[in-house]
T-cell receptor
Framework: GEDVEQSLFLSVREGDSSVINCTYT??????LYWYKQEPGAGLQLLTY?????DMKQDQRLTVLLNKKDKHLSLRIADTQTGDSAIYFC????????????FGTGTRLTVIP | ETGVTQSPTHLIKTRGQQVTLRCSSQ?????VSWYQQALGQGPQFIFQ???????GRGNFPPRFSGLQFPNYSSELNVNALELDDSALYLC???????????????FGPGTRLTVL
């Protein structure tokens, strides 16, 4: 079955870059996603990448995908205190929005 | 805000009871998915409804059931509650079953269920 793993915690100083890593097991994944969850809130889709891409950039966010190693990363440039949240990596083994498999989440703490 | 609403916000039940959680999807969305998020864990897919029919189910027992109504709002029902059912229940809506570039999944704020 699908397994998505992330490190649990990351602390960075305001203004530095954050890199959140994720590994997954399902080689048939077609889309990989990054979601953000703030306290008391639902999940907010930050970005996604199709499995035939290596990189995607969206403003301060850069997603890198190493399909051979099944490794996904999210880089946040110029990290701000408002970026403090839990970040989830998720994969979808088929086209469509159902059957998302989430990692356990990485809690990012930004130190002023 | 995503336009997906859930009710109630919080709920406390005792073991063996039954619970119904509700979700109103974003306008124009005909697909609703439900997820269970235990404390400190990522969300786990329970099931999805598309145009009032179940369209996929995760590894959850039959005491987890659902409905989708003609206006595409949805209910999650859990019978015979167990302590391990304590979690945040999230619903998400999309306007179809296509790719995320056209059918972004929008999540509601969740219902926190506590089973004593």
């Amino acid at each position: 079955g699908e397994d998505v793993e992330q490190s649990l915690f990351l602390s960075v100083r305001e203004g530095d870059s954050s890199v959140i890593n994720c590994t997954y097991t399902d080689s048939s994944s077609t889309y990989l996603y990054w979601y953000k969850q703030e306290p008391g809130a639902g999940l907010q889709l930050l970005t996604y990448i199709f499995s035939n891409m290596d990189m995607k950039q969206d403003q301060r966010l850069t997603v890198l995908l190493n399909k051979k190693d099944k490794h996904l990363s999210l880089r946040i440039a110029d990290t701000q205190t408002g970026d403090s949240a839990i970040y989830f990596c998720a994969e979808s083994p088929q086209t469509g929005a159902n059957n998302l498999f989430f990692g356990t989440g990485t809690r990012l703490t930004v130190i002023p | 805000e995503t336009g997906v609403t859930q009710s109630p916000t919080h709920l406390i039940k005792t073991r063996g009871q039954q619970v119904t959680l509700r979700c109103s999807s974003q306008s124009g969305h005909n697909t609703v998915s439900w997820y269970q998020q235990a404390l400190g864990q990522g969300p786990q897919f329970i099931f999805q409804y598309y145009r009032e029919e179940e369209n996929g189910r995760g590894n959850f027992p039959p005491r987890f059931s659902g409905l989708q109504f003609p206006n595409y709002s949805s209910e999650l029902n859990v019978n015979a509650l167990e302590l391990d059912d304590s979690a945040l229940y999230l619903c998400a809506s999309t306007k179809g079953l296509g790719s995320p570039s056209t059918d972004t999944q929008y999540f509601g704020p969740g219902t926190r269920l506590t089973v004593l």
